[in-house]
Each structure stands twice: as structure tokens, then as C-alpha cells.
């Protein structure tokens, strides 16, 4: 674990994996960003550069709470481009992630080699993803044992009440076996803070970010799972359709996060990508 201050003095964590041309990964949650891991073997392709968003993980607490918000995040990955002396970094961001990279994108286009965003949050380009939407993807999975429950949480949810969210957690695996259920668990979000003040009034503008978009120039994939309630692949499509020439690939069998679904195919995808 390596450590880098912040423009406004936050110190913040990150993690080294594997060898080879940077790739700097964004976490989602916000969440401690050990759930990534080596993202299922991209470190033997690449040296994966991950941080700890500000008051997750290792990373320091700020004493500004609003600097939790997502626009503001932006600041701390160019203030870690700038810690490791990149003129230019390639970026691979995940699900709320993804928003800081977009973001990020929109505003420092010239310091983006390749971007890749997994699984993707469309809210920084403000696709509505409705409940309408994520059942009828749920109904996919109906043969599966955990389906019932899940569904019925899932429906409460949908119609705005208190529903059991970890019961809907099988529904962004595509296999709920142990392994899903360890990671499921380790990949909670523990600041509430965080998680509330990322998506806070002014965090997002979308008209702005998807003009911005339009003109970025450098090489974009968008990689959807099959079953991904999060980011159904036809919200990742139109998503995709902001950047000129983006590149879209949805995984077969795949949800929120491919690279522990079927790690070959998300490790030749992306890595293919990035050359």
C-alpha cells in the first residue's frame, strides 16, 4: 500500500498489482477497492495502479465532507496521475467508478489514453434506468434456485419499499456460489457517508459531460454483463453511443462484475483492448 496527498491534503491509498504499462483502475461503491482484486488476471497483462477513494479502504477520512462528491473525486485520480509522473494514463473505472472516469474524461481529455469502463453507472450522462427494465432482466434468471426470494425483494424495491437488499444480491452473478457470496459480503460499502455525499446536488451535469463526450478522441470500451440489474447492457449501449466509435461488448453469462464470472473472456477482452 502506497500513499499520495490530495490537493487538499486528504492522504490516499493505493495499491500496486502486477508489472508492465499502467492502467489506473477506479473503484466503485464507494467501497474499499480490495473487491477488484487483480481483476480476474488483468495485473499479468498490465501494472494495475488501484486507489482507495477518500474515506474508503486505507485512505484518509477529509475533514470536508462534501468533498466526497463524484465531480470532486475527479480532483484525487489527477492528483494520482500526477503523483506517478504520467503524462498521459490509460483508465479502467467500474460501475460508481466509472462516473468519476467519465467525468474525469470530460475534463481532462488530453491526459487519457484508453478508457475503459466495466459494467458502467450512466448517471454522470443521466440514462434512466427504469424498474420496468431491471425485471424483466431479472425474469431471466427464474430457473435459479435463489430466484424467488430474491425476486420478491427485488419487486419491493422496485415499487419504492423497504425491501431486503442483500436478498437481490444474486442477481449481480452470474453464479451465486460461494465464492459470489464471499465477495458479496467484502464489497459492501462500510462509509454511508461516502455513499451519500458521492451522488450529491451539483455532483452531475449531464448535458455538459455528454458534449464533452462527444468530442473525446481516444479509444473507448464499454463492457456490459448479460445479467447486470445495475447496468442492463441496453443502458451500456446507449451509454456507448455518447463517445464516437466506443467500442461495446456485453459477456455472456456475466453480471456487475464480469471479471469474477468468467475471467478469461473479461481478461482477453480488456486486455485486447488496451493492446
Not at 419487486?155 to 452470474?174: C, H, I, M, Q, S
Request: glycine share 12%; net charge negative.
Amino acid at each position: 500500500m502506497t500513499t499520495f496527498p490530495a490537493s487538499d491534503g486528504t492522504l490516499l491509498a493505493y495499491r500496486v498489482y502486477g508489472h508492465g504499462a499502467p492502467l489506473l483502475c477506479v473503484p466503485g461503491g464507494p467501497a474499499d477497492s480490495r473487491y477488484l482484486g487483480e481483476l480476474g488476471g488483468l495485473a499479468a497483462h498490465r501494472r494495475l495502479i488501484v486507489p482507495d477513494l477518500r474515506g474508503t479502504g486505507r485512505s484518509a477520512v477529509p475533514q470536508d465532507a462534501s468533498s466526497y462528491r463524484c465531480d470532486r473525486l475527479v480532483d484525487d485520480v489527477e492528483a494520482l496521475r500526477e503523483h506517478l509522473g504520467l503524462p498521459r494514463t490509460d483508465l479502467l473505472a467500474h460501475s460508481a467508478g466509472t462516473n468519476i472516469a467519465t467525468l474525469y474524461a470530460a475534463r481532462f481529455p488530453q491526459r487519457v489514453g484508453r478508457l475503459a469502463l466495466i459494467t458502467p453507472s450512466t448517471r454522470a450522462v443521466g440514462i434512466e434506468i427504469t424498474g420496468q427494465e431491471r425485471m424483466e432482466l431479472a425474469a431471466l434468471r427464474k430457473g435459479e434456485p435463489w430466484y424467488p426470494e430474491a425476486i420478491t425483494a427485488l419487486e419491493a424495491l422496485t415499487r419504492g419499499a423497504e425491501g431486503d437488499r442483500e436478498a437481490v444480491a444474486p442477481f449481480f452473478y452470474g453464479r451465486w456460489d460461494a465464492a459470489a457470496r464471499e465477495h458479496s459480503a467484502a464489497s459492501r460499502p462500510q462509509n454511508p457517508e461516502a455513499v451519500a455525499g458521492f451522488g450529491a446536488e451539483g455532483a452531475f451535469d449531464p448535458g455538459a459531460t455528454r458534449a464533452a463526450l462527444a468530442g473525446f478522441g481516444s479509444p473507448v470500451l464499454l463492457l456490459a454483463g448479460e445479467f447486470d440489474l445495475n447496468s442492463p447492457p441496453s443502458a451500456v449501449a446507449g451509454f456507448a453511443a455518447l463517445f464516437p466509435g466506443a467500442e461495446f461488448v456485453v459477456q455472456p453469462g456475466a453480471g456487475h462484475y464480469p471479471w469474477l464470472d468468467d475471467a478469461g473472456r473479461f481478461t482477453s477482452s480488456v486486455a485486447a483492448f488496451l493492446g
